[in-house]
């Protein structure tokens, strides 16, 4: 699991990113593409065509990391490409991570009786 702060911004790009890309690249293109710093300390999602591929950039203060997964089924679950990004909280992007809907997140079982 990715270690994030609380105070963390995370944003989606969601237009289509091409995952050839590495840190220099996608630094770039949230400069260019996005219009922020990628050296503020927010952490930025980016996902393929594809949808089964994400990758996270994230500068911690001291560095740059690279974090990228890759689901075995399934896809990840995206915005439409209204505008360039979505802001979501820690709690969504562990919900993404784990390939749940972090839009509307439901509990699968819940209990009819006690005892």
């Keep these: 699991m990715i270690p994030v ?4 911004r995370i944003w989606l790009a969601v237009d289509r990113t091409d995952m050839r890309r590495g840190m220099q690249g996608l630094a770039l293109q949230v400069q260019e593409t996005l219009g922020r710093d990628p050296h503020a300390g927010d952490l930025y999602v980016f ?9 996270i950039i994230w500068h911690d203060g001291l560095g740059m990391s ?4 890759r689901l075995e089924k399934g896809r990840f679950l995206w915005p439409s490409p209204a505008n360039g990004t979505v802001s979501i909280s820690p709690a969504q992007l562990a919900y993404m991570l784990d390939g749940i809907d972090w839009r509307n997140p439901l509990h699968t079982f819940r209990p009819q009786r006690a005892g």
């Design 5 to 8: 702060p609380s105070q963390v």
């Design 47 to 55: 996902r393929g065509r594809s949808g089964n591929l994400i990758k």
């Design 66 to 69: 690279l974090y990228a997964k």
